[in-house]
C-alpha cells in the first residue's frame, strides 16, 4: 500500500494539471472569441464610419464639372452658369470648339465663371445621323477631357450643358448617398414618354446633367473612344455615353432631384408639385417663360437662389395643410409659390402636376407624360390663388418667408382666398441625414392664429409619427 500512494497522488496531480490547462484553454479560446468580436464590431463601425467619411462628398471639393457649351452660345449662357459656381470650391471645366471672338474672350476672363477649355479634334469619327450635329461627338467626348484634367481627390464627375442649372449643395446631399468607389452612372431621364421611347427609359439625360463615379469615369475614359466608333448613327451626345457605359455592364441610377424639363411654356406646375427629394438640376429654361413673374428668366432664377441659398435642402419642398375655419386647401411649394384653394381637397388630389405648360414636340396625340397630371380648370376663377416667394430672412427662431398674390381678376366674398394678400412661412432648416435622403417624409404645416385679415401665417415642422395629412 506504501508503494501505491505515491503513485495515486501522482495521478492526481497530473490529472489536476490537465484539468487547469483544459480550463485554461478554453478561456484564453473564449477571451481571443470575445477580443476577436469586439475587434471586429469596433472595425465594422470603424470601416463604416471611415468608409462614409471617405466616399461622402463632404464638400464641392471632391467633384470636378464638365461643361459642353460652343463659341456662339457661351456669352448668353455663362449668366446661366453665373448663378451656381462657386469658384472658390468648385473645379471643373466649360469645353467649347474654339474661344469666341477677342471682345467676348475678354469678357469671359470673370472670377465668377469656370474656366474654358478647348475641345480635341473629334475629325477622325464618323457622324451619320441625318439632320443632326457633329458636335454631339465633341460633347461626349468631355466625359473623356474632364477626366484627363487630372484633378486629385476626385470622388464625382458631373456634366451638364451650359443652361444647366445645378444646385450645388443638394448635388453634394444626393452624391452622398452612393459609394463613389463603386460604379455609379447617376442621373434621370425626359419628363416626355416620347423621348425616352426614342433614346431609351435607361439613358441619363444631358441637360439634366448626370454623375459618373471616379472609379468608374476612370474606366470610361480609357474605352470611350473605341466605343463611339461603333455609334455613328445616334444622335446626341447622351446616347453615345449611355451605349458606352451599357457596354461596360451599368444601369441607371435614377434620382428625381435632375430635371431634363422637356416641356414648353409655364414651368409652374412642375416647380410646384416638386418630387420629396432635393432639388439638383433645372434645364431648358430658355424654353420657358420665367418662373417668377414681372422678372426676366436670369432675374427669376437668381430670386430662386435667394431661397435655395438659405434653406437648399427645403427649396420647392410641397408641403399640404388644411384651415379648419375656411375649410381652405394650403399648397406650400417653399421658396417659390404657395396655392390656396378655397374648398378641402383630398391630399392625393393635389400631388398630380398640374399641367400648366405644352408638350415639348407638337404632335397629333395628346400629351403623355412620365408622371400623374391634372388639366387647369378652364375658369381661372375656379383655380387656386397663387402667392410667389417675396423675400425670405434667418433668425433665431428660423427661417421666415412671404408669398405675395399673384393678380387674379375675379370677385371675391368674404371666405375667398383671394382676400388675401400675402401669407407669411415659419420653418426650420431642413438638413436631412442620409437614412432621411434614403426614406424622404413629406413634413406637415398648421395655419395659425392671425389678427391680420389679408394675412395668413403658416408653420412648417415635421410630422409626428402617426400623423396623418389629410382635410378635417
Request: glycine share 4%; proline share 6%; net charge neutral.
Amino acid at each position: 500500500m506504501q508503494f501505491l500512494r505515491p503513485k495515486i497522488k501522482t495521478q492526481s496531480l497530473s490529472h489536476l494539471i490537465n484539468l487547469l490547462l483544459i480550463s485554461s484553454s478554453v478561456c484564453i479560446v473564449f477571451l481571443l472569441v470575445s477580443l476577436f468580436l469586439v475587434s471586429s464590431s469596433r472595425t465594422s463601425d470603424l470601416f463604416f464610419s471611415s468608409s462614409h467619411d471617405v466616399y461622402a462628398p463632404a464638400s464641392l471639393e471632391h467633384i470636378v464639372f464638365g461643361i459642353a457649351s460652343n463659341k456662339n452660345s457661351w456669352p448668353k449662357r455663362k449668366e446661366y452658369v453665373k448663378l451656381w459656381w462657386r469658384p472658390e470650391k468648385m473645379r471643373g471645366c466649360v469645353f467649347l470648339e474654339s474661344l469666341p471672338s477677342d471682345t467676348d474672350s475678354k469678357s469671359n476672363d470673370n472670377s465668377s465663371l469656370p474656366p474654358l477649355c478647348i475641345s480635341e479634334d473629334t475629325s477622325r469619327f464618323r457622324y451619320t445621323y441625318r439632320g443632326g450635329q457633329r458636335s454631339a461627338i465633341r460633347v461626349a467626348r468631355v466625359v473623356v477631357e474632364t477626366v484627363a484634367l487630372n484633378h486629385s481627390d476626385v470622388q464625382w464627375y458631373v456634366f451638364g450643358d451650359d443652361d444647366t442649372v445645378f444646385f450645388p449643395d443638394n448635388l453634394v446631399k444626393t452624391l452622398s448617398k452612393y459609394d463613389p468607389g463603386l460604379w455609379y452612372y447617376i442621373g434621370s431621364n425626359s419628363e416626355d414618354h416620347e423621348q425616352n421611347r426614342i433614346f431609351s427609359f435607361q439613358m441619363a439625360f444631358g441637360g439634366a446633367g448626370f454623375a459618373i463615379s471616379a472609379s468608374l469615369a476612370n474606366v470610361l475614359a480609357k474605352v470611350f473612344d473605341s466605343c463611339i466608333e461603333r455609334y455613328p448613327h445616334l444622335y446626341g451626345s447622351d446616347s453615345r455615353i449611355y451605349s458606352c457605359l451599357a457596354e461596360l455592364g451599368v444601369s441607371l441610377t435614377l434620382e428625381p432631384g435632375f430635371h431634363q424639363f422637356d416641356v414648353r411654356g409655364n414651368l409652374f406646375g412642375l416647380l410646384a408639385s416638386h418630387p420629396t427629394a432635393p432639388l439638383v438640376s433645372v434645364h431648358h429654361l430658355y424654353h420657358m417663360g420665367p418662373i417668377f413673374p414681372n422678372l426676366t428668366t436670369v432675374k427669376a432664377l437668381e430670386h430662386l437662389f435667394e431661397a435655395a441659398n438659405v434653406d437648399p435642402g427645403r427649396i420647392l419642398q410641397q408641403t399640404i395643410c388644411y384651415d379648419r375655419w375656411f375649410s381652405w386647401t394650403i399648397s406650400v411649394s417653399w421658396g417659390y409659390a404657395v396655392q390656396v384653394f378655397g374648398r378641402h381637397i383630398h391630399l392625393p388630389d393635389i400631388l398630380p402636376v398640374q399641367e400648366t405648360f405644352q408638350q415639348w414636340k407638337k404632335r397629333n396625340s395628346p400629351p403623355d407624360y412620365t408622371f400623374n397630371t391634372r388639366e387647369l380648370h378652364p375658369d381661372p376663377c375656379q383655380r387656386p390663388t397663387i402667392f410667389f416667394l417675396d423675400n425670405v430672412t434667418s433668425g433665431r427662431d428660423g427661417i421666415r418667408t412671404s408669398y405675395r398674390k399673384s393678380f387674379v381678376n375675379c370677385s371675391h366674398d368674404m371666405a375667398s382666398p383671394r382676400k388675401l394678400e400675402e401669407i407669411r412661412v415659419l420653418s426650420h432648416k431642413l438638413d436631412l441625414h442620409l437614412t432621411e435622403l434614403q426614406a424622404p417624409r413629406r413634413h406637415c404645416c398648421d395655419v395659425l392664429p392671425s389678427s391680420a385679415g389679408q394675412i395668413m401665417d403658416i408653420a412648417i415642422r415635421e410630422c409626428k409619427e402617426e400623423e396623418l395629412i389629410h382635410m378635417h
